[in-house]
């Protein structure tokens, strides 16, 4: 069988050209650029929206929660304390400004006030707030030692914060450890007064990203109930991780402990969870985080990381995945590789992040997998900032100078207004949004000047530092703070250390890399996949070879001649482990330079071809069981064919009875062609284009088919819809409709095919009603009469057929090809995606893609008994899956 082919467009080689170091006078005009920006935010904070706690830089005022309409749980992030400011403490240190944080440490002990009577969110007082007040104490502390400035601190601000997580603490009043996700700062979680504590799920990030604060405030303070509750919540939530999988889901109960989303990513939801394990052990020195932490890693490695992408997958089924989209919080992750020592990744990732940044000039909230957008927003967030520094503190390669450069311009072409800087609505229009979060300065312009700073433009050694997820500083002497009380981590059996787990020590970049040229390599295929700015070679032919060079339109991945050419070309086929295959050219292999610029422009024809290809999606079709003893309850959802009958122009669909072809391939002359004709065949992917399936079962008297894949576990409700398209040439000459089921559903009828022999099914646009199938008939007496009427083939014959509209180039393309990974099928055009947002597994009311939870009362004698068991459970354990996977779909980030 030829596997799906995943065209992944690593086009080794190709380069648009390379960067030069940065001299120190251009460093230092960008380090300066950096403070002026920041001067120019935060000076708009404090003479137009001080004490409120974030600026609104469109309208030039406070954001005061309750004078504003609503924004939901964004503005649980609002307190009332003077936000930006607490959350600026820290950087106003870093970027040599002391005398202004002397008099912002001052304002907050004379104006901030943390009693008042308000809802917020646990998770962002606690990063934000809570990890605001311990990075100024730290800096404080700091200057203080250093004999010149804050000589008049008495540790007030650790003061406060421990006053803040008193009252943090009651949150975490749950049976289970976890915390609520919203506390009342004055009442807590119990009582009608304090407006919350109903709630009962959290995201995994809001119970696990505590870690760091409150085990620095123990530290601080020396008492222990703090890092404590903090340790309570991880251990929870590493015992409720899947065992066979060792992924956490999104959303999690916090008192039964069940996963309300089980989709698991590195991105929204889960991001810091992961960081704070890591960063814990490197603050704590507690081995145990690291061990869990490298187990995570390695499932994360294994079935989420497709480098450069990151998909999010389901726990329990990791090779399914959950989205056919990325969202900007996962731009963090390079960074965090870095801290882990695994840095080939970090830069596959890190360069397509770079890419889309480069093509939308920010980051999208979410982007699809071929670089499109599918959220607009950009909230001004810092994490690729963030991974562009620890890249360059890894690699100290200057093409993360050059990457900085770009997020400064951009910043200041497209998001400075007069009165700050504006979030941006819609990254394609440049439409912006009143809105200047805190993270922005606390986050933004630290990582922006410590990537331009040298060692003599900092106050202080940042290695003495870790940065939490909002960068706020603590040092890493608290490791050695004494601490006799604090509880230590459940470990389990499971749990005893072994070495093999996990690695001790971060590797050397130097000994890893010797070669300068080697992140550029890792670099330029992404590059040319995403943003196309390579001039394309002129068509050549290559010495020797007698014949044009293979042009995509043209491939077939059963050819054994194409297979050669591409590998003449340097192109191989890698197998992925859930069946699939990637397409990725390295120059360097190709047999000269005439035919890796032939692989360059073949795999940049299959991109753009695909693209084509997506601007006319065909919507999913319905596979109806209508015959005893389902009788029209059970509906499929199916992907349409670009050739064939056209189902939708169809008022009564295509109505038959299925039997599987010989062979069950369908890639030769069918054998059985008595049983095919006049019936719906059943056939197999793989091994051949669809399109030659088509032809061989309607060449044996078919009247329809339906494809089921051969990917075991694959399923309609977890993965999107395939669109067959043709097989290079013209597909007029097929008539007859052609469906496609994934492997859980295609179960579903050869199950019922195996224990009642005579399976009736409709193929149609979508389900019909069962009145409407059985003619106008009393559906009881339909189900009574069905097996006598049913019994003949005849009355099996195709309507409404009318010929295919497909376009010719989406007959002639390429499997559904992007410039990065996109399923597509195992010959030219065979398959294309359907979009999972533009397609859902299920379309009630009519798409009901599940049995009804009526039954008929009136079913025939001898109906369903126990033999039918395998039918229900195959059923059963679909519409679990499909539930599960409907209600992650209600969420969003």
Known sequence: MAPDLLLLLAVMGASCGLGQAMTPEEK?????QVVEMFDHAYQNYMDHAYPADELMPLTCRGRVRGREPSRGDVDDALGKFSLTLIDTLDTLVLLNKTTEFEAAVRRVLSDVRLDNDIVVSVFETNIRVLGGLLGGHSMAVMLKEGGQHMQWYQDELLHMAKDLGLRLLPAFNTSSGLPYPRVNLRHGVRGPETRTGTETDTCTACAGTIILEFAALSRFTGDSIFENHA?????????????NSNLVGTTINIHSGEWVRRDSGVGAGIDSYYEYLLK?????????????????????????????????????????????????????????????????????????????????????????????????????????????????????????????????????????????????????????????????????FKYLFLLFAEPQDLPFDVEDYIFTTEAHLLPLSLSTAPLSSVVPSNRTS??????????????????????????????????????????????????????????????????????????????????????????????????????????????????????????????????????HPFFGRVVLTAGPAQFGTDL??????VRGFITVAEPYSGCSEITNAEYVRGHIALLQRGQCMFAEKARHIQKAGAIGGIVIDDNEGSSSDTAPLFQMAGDGRSTDDITMPLLFLFHKEGNILLEALKEYRQVEVLLSDKARDRDAIFKGADVQDAEENCQSEATSPASSEPVGQTQSGSVELEEKAPEEVSSAQKEVGSGPAEEASLPQEEVSPVDPPADTAQPEDDRDSNQPEGGPDSSRQSVDELLADWQEDLEAFKQMEKDEL
Request: aromatic share 10%.
């Open 231 to 243: 340790r309570r919540a991880m251990d929870f939530l590493w015992e409720k991780r899947q065992r």
């Open 494 to 627: 499971e749990e005893e250390l072994d070495d093999s787990n996990f690695d001790w020590t971060c590797p050397n970049t130097r000994l890893l890399f010797p070669d300068p040229a080697f992140p550029r390599n890792l670099r330029e295929p992404i590059r040319s996949v995403i943003d196309k700015s390579c001039p394309r070679p002129a068509p050549h032919r290559e010495p020797g070879m007698g014949h044009p060079p293979l042009r995509a339109q043209d491939f077939m991945a059963n050819n054994p001649e194409h297979l050669e050419l591409l590998r003449r070309m340097g192109v191989s086929l890698i197998h992925l482990k859930d069946g699939r295959v990637q397409l990725v050219q390295h120059a360097s292999q190709a047999v000269s330079s005439v035919a890796a610029e032939d692989g360059v422009r073949f795999m940049q024809e299959m991109m753009e071809l695909s693209s084509q290809q997506q601007k006319e999606q065909l919507p999913p079709r319905a596979i109806q069981i209508i015959s």
């Open 28 to 32: 230092q005009r960008l380090r300066n």
């Open 648 to 653: 939708s122009k169809s008022s009564t669909g």
């Open 280 to 444: 814990a052990y490197v603050l704590l020195g507690d081995d145990l985080f690291l061990q869990r932490f490298n187990i995570h890693y390695a499932s994360i490695m294994k079935y989420i990381s497709q480098p450069p992408l990151l998909l999010d997958v389901h726990i329990h089924k990791p090779l399914l995945p959950a989205r056919t989209w990325m969202d900007s919080l996962l731009a963090f992750f390079p960074g965090l590789q870095v801290l882990k020592g695994d840095i080939r990744p970090a830069i596959e990732t890190h360069e397509m992040l770079y890419q889309v940044t480069k093509k939308h000039n920010f980051l999208p909230e979410a982007f699809t997998t071929d670089f499109r957008v599918h959220w607009a927003q950009h909230p001004l967030r810092p994490e690729f900032a963030e991974s562009t520094y620890f890249l360059f503190k890894a690699t100290g390669d200057p093409y993360y100078l050059e990457a900085g450069r770009t997020i400064l311009d951009n910043l200041n072409r497209f998001a400075r207004v007069p009165c700050g800087f504006a979030a941006m609505k819609d990254v394609r229009t440049g439409s912006h949004e009143d809105r200047m979060d805190s993270f922005f300065l606390a986050e933004m």
